[in-house]
């Protein structure tokens, strides 16, 4: 028996295959975005976080406020205070590198600008010093982490010791570009004596100005680091 012929079944129009674009190499797929986002927010938290501690050791007179106030301030929760910090204390000791490392740019600029009339790396340094404001973020500090009248606590010790530290590496660097002629064991030696000095200068200007930040309380770091400068510039074989 012949097969009937079945219904005509429409015939779809002949098209040429479409296959998705690949993404651009130069363009960051959403998993690639994903991680640059979460580290763009967490700088945002880290940052609004110190900058509430600064805030509050301002109105308060020092580090004298409490997680739940830092959060409201910051904006963030509670939690998030302590995804980017142990403690409190280490809010507060960022506060204080953020002031401190300001000062550490300023002398590092200052010993590296060029056309200056500084013959030797003794020049060069002393005038970095003396032309920067060590007493207002000094005094800062003092506040800032509870120092006593007369002495620093041993964390404002832990901190100065710290920020000159780092402001040693870079007045090295800075002088040695600076003065390539002379042996950079040279250059090391002078800063770290230097460095040195200020940390025994700054305890003497601590105990007799109580670290004010007043013109007085500069015309006395200002004496001690003459003094420092020419001890180093005469040496030690012959007391003055």
């Given amino acids: 028996m012949p097969l009937l012929p079945g219904p005509e079944r429409p015939t779809a129009p002949a098209t040429d295959a479409v296959t998705p674009d690949a993404p651009s190499a130069d363009v960051p797929g959403p998993d690639a975005a994903a991680p640059d986002r979460r580290a763009a927010l967490r700088a945002r938290h880290r940052r609004a976080i110190v900058a509430a501690a600064a805030s509050l050791m301002e109105e308060k007179g020092g580090a004298?406020?409490?997680?739940?106030?830092?959060?409201?301030?910051?904006?963030?929760?509670?939690?998030?205070i302590f995804n980017h910090f142990a403690s409190l204390d280490d809010v507060v000791v960022e506060v204080c590198e953020d002031v401190l490392g300001t000062v550490v740019e300023t002398l590092g600029a200052s010993a590296a600008e060029p056309g200056t009339d500084r013959p030797t790396p003794l020049d060069d340094v002393t005038a970095?010093?003396?032309?920067?404001?060590?007493?207002?973020?000094?005094?800062?500090?003092?506040r800032a982490l509870g120092g006593t009248a007369t002495e620093p606590t041993p964390r404002v010790t832990t901190m100065v010791v710290r920020t000159f530290?780092?402001?040693?590496?870079?007045?090295?660097?800075?002088?040695?570009?600076?003065h390539?002629?002379?042996?950079?064991?040279?250059?090391e030696m002078?800063?770290?004596?230097?460095?040195?000095?200020?940390?025994?200068?700054?305890?003497?200007?601590?105990?007799?100005?109580?670290a004010a930040d007043d013109d007085a309380s500069r015309a006395v770091w200002s004496?001690?680091?003459?003094?420092?400068?020419?001890?180093?510039r005469a040496g030690?074989?012959?007391?003055?």
């Avoid at 970095?128 to 003092?142: E, I």
């Fill in 64 to 80: 004298r406020f409490t997680v739940d106030e830092l959060a409201a301030r910051a904006d963030v929760a509670r939690r998030t």
């Fill in 128 to 142: 970095a010093l003396r032309g920067t404001d060590l007493v207002g973020p000094m005094a800062y500090l003092t």
């Fill in 165 to 178: 530290t780092h402001l040693a590496e870079r007045l090295v660097a800075a002088t040695t570009r600076r």
């Fill in 180 to 187: 390539p002629d002379v042996d950079p064991l040279e250059i």
């Fill in 190 to 210: 002078l800063v770290g004596a230097l460095m040195a000095g200020v940390l025994v200068i700054q305890r003497r200007w601590w105990a007799e100005t109580g």
């Fill in 223 to 232: 004496g001690l680091l003459d003094r420092l400068v020419e001890r180093i």
């Fill in 236 to 240: 030690w074989a012959d007391p003055v």
